[in-house]
C-alpha cells in the first residue's frame, strides 16, 4: 500500500474518558497530522466529533465499545483491501492482521488483582492475539518494553519504544497564566486514578502523619470501571484537608502543578509515569516510587521511597516541604510527542511501499 492510501486510525479512544491512554493518543495523532494527509479515523457512530486535529472522522457500524472494536471495525477494514490500521490504546481487533498497536503496560497480566473480572476475560484473550499477529508494537518505555519481550517471548525488533511527553497544551503557558489557582492553602498535589496499583491509601497514610493543619492535599482522578472495587470515601470523609477533583481541564491542571509545593506519585506499577514529567515540567518537586521505570525517566528533580513505607513517605514528604525549592516552568527533559512521533513515522513507513 502507497502513502497516497488512506491509513486508519483505530477511534474507539475518542468516545473514552480522558486518562493517560487517550493523552498518548491525541497528542501522537496531532503530530501525526502535521505530516500525513491521507489519515482517517475509524469511530463509532457514538463519537460526536466529525473531524480530530483536521483529520476526518468516519463513522462505521451500529455498535461500541468491545463489540465495534472486536467485529464491525476489521469488517469495514477487510472490505476496504486490508489498509494499514494504527491502534493506540492496549487492546485492537484481535484478528485483523495489518496494524501496529500499542500496549501502555501489561499490568493485567502481572497484577491480576487489580482488575474486574470482566477486564481481564477480555484482554487476556485479546492481547496475546494481537501481540502475535500484529505487524509491530509500541509502548511507552525501555521497562516496559523488556516486560514485553519477557511475558511473550517476542523478537526485540518487533517493538518500539514511544515516549511520552509534555502535552502540546501546556507547551505555551506563561508564569502568568498560572498564578491563579483555586486552592489557597499550601497543599501537595497527586494525579492518578482511583484504582488499587496507584497506592492512594498509603499515600493519604502518610500525609496524615505529618499532622499540619495548614496543609492540604489534592487529589486528582476518577475511578476507572476496568479496575477491582476501591473505596477512598472513609479515608477523607473525616479529613477536611483532603480534597478530591475528579474532572479538571488542562489549564486548571497546569494551575495546581504550578502552584503545589510537593508532587507524590507511589504506584506499585506503572508503564510510564506521566504525571511526573507533567509536574516537572513545571517545577514541582516530586516525590515517586523506586520502581524502575521512574528510575528510568530519572528527572532531576525526583525522590525516590519506596512505596510500602509509610513513614519514609511521609519523611520525603516533609523534606521537600522543608526544602522550599524555587519554582519556574522547566523543559521536558527530552520527554517530547514530537520526537515520538518520528519514531512512528518511520514504522509507518516500513509498512508502506512509498517512503513518508
Known amino acids: 500500500m502507497g502513502v497516497s492510501e488512506s491509513i486508519f486510525i483505530n477511534g474507539r479512544f475518542l468516545g473514552q474518558e480522558l486518562s493517560g491512554v487517550q493523552r498518548f493518543a491525541r497528542e501522537i495523532i496531532e503530530q501525526l497530522s502535521y505530516r500525513l494527509l491521507n489519515l482517517v479515523i475509524l469511530a463509532p457512530k457514538s463519537v460526536k466529533l466529525d473531524s480530530f486535529f483536521g483529520i476526518p472522522i468516519r463513522k462505521v457500524g451500529i455498535s461500541y465499545g468491545y463489540l465495534w472494536e472486536q467485529f464491525e471495525l476489521p469488517i469495514y477494514l477487510l472490505a476496504k483491501g486490508s489498509p494499514l490500521l494504527i ?3 492496549n487492546i485492537a481487533p484481535a484478528f485483523y492482521r495489518r496494524q501496529i498497536i500499542t500496549l501502555h503496560d501489561i499490568a493485567f497480566i502481572l497484577h491480576k488483582e487489580w482488575y474486574s473480572k470482566s477486564f ?7 492481547v496475546p492475539i494481537i501481540v502475535k499477529r500484529s505487524l509491530h508494537i509500541l509502548t511507552v518505555s525501555k521497562t ?3 516486560n514485553i519481550l519477557h511475558q511473550f517471548n517476542i523478537n526485540d525488533s518487533r517493538i518500539s519504544v514511544l515516549y511520552n511527553g509534555i502535552p502540546s497544551n501546556f507547551l505555551n503557558l506563561s508564569p502568568e497564566d498560572l498564578l491563579t489557582d483555586q486552592i489557597k492553602e499550601p497543599y501537595i498535589l497527586s494525579v492518578a486514578s482511583f484504582n488499587p496499583r496507584k497506592n492512594l491509601s ?14 492540604q492535599l489534592v487529589l486528582v482522578g476518577r475511578t476507572g470501571k476496568a479496575f477491582g472495587n476501591i473505596d477512598l470515601d472513609k479515608h477523607i470523609a473525616d479529613d477536611s484537608r483532603i480534597i478530591h477533583m475528579s474532572d479538571v481541564d488542562d489549564l486548571s491542571l497546569a494551575r495546581l502543578y504550578y502552584n503545589a509545593k510537593a508532587f507524590i506519585f507511589i504506584p506499585f506499577y506503572e508503564g510510564f509515569g506521566i504525571p511526573l514529567i507533567e509536574a516537572s515540567f513545571f517545577g ?4 515517586c516510587s523506586d520502581l524502575e521505570v521512574f528510575k528510568e525517566i530519572g528527572l532531576e528533580n525526583m525522590k525516590y521511597v519506596n512505596p510500602l513505607k509509610t513513614e519514609e513517605i511521609a519523611n520525603a514528604m516533609q523534606e521537600v516541604l522543608n526544602s522550599n525549592k524555587r519554582r519556574e516552568i522547566v523543559k521536558g527533559e527530552g520527554f517530547d510527542y514530537k520526537n515520538s512521533a518520528e519514531i512512528l513515522f518511520s514504522i509507518i513507513d516500513k509498512y508502506t511501499s512509498k517512503p513518508l
Open 87 to 89: 491502534n493506540f490504546g
Open 120 to 126: 481481564k476475560t477480555i484482554y487476556g484473550l485479546v
Open 144 to 146: 516496559e518494553k523488556k
Open 284 to 287: 514541582c518537586p516530586v516525590i
Open 202 to 215: 498509603t499515600l493519604i497514610s502518610a500525609f496524615e502523619r505529618l499532622g499540619q493543619s495548614d496543609l
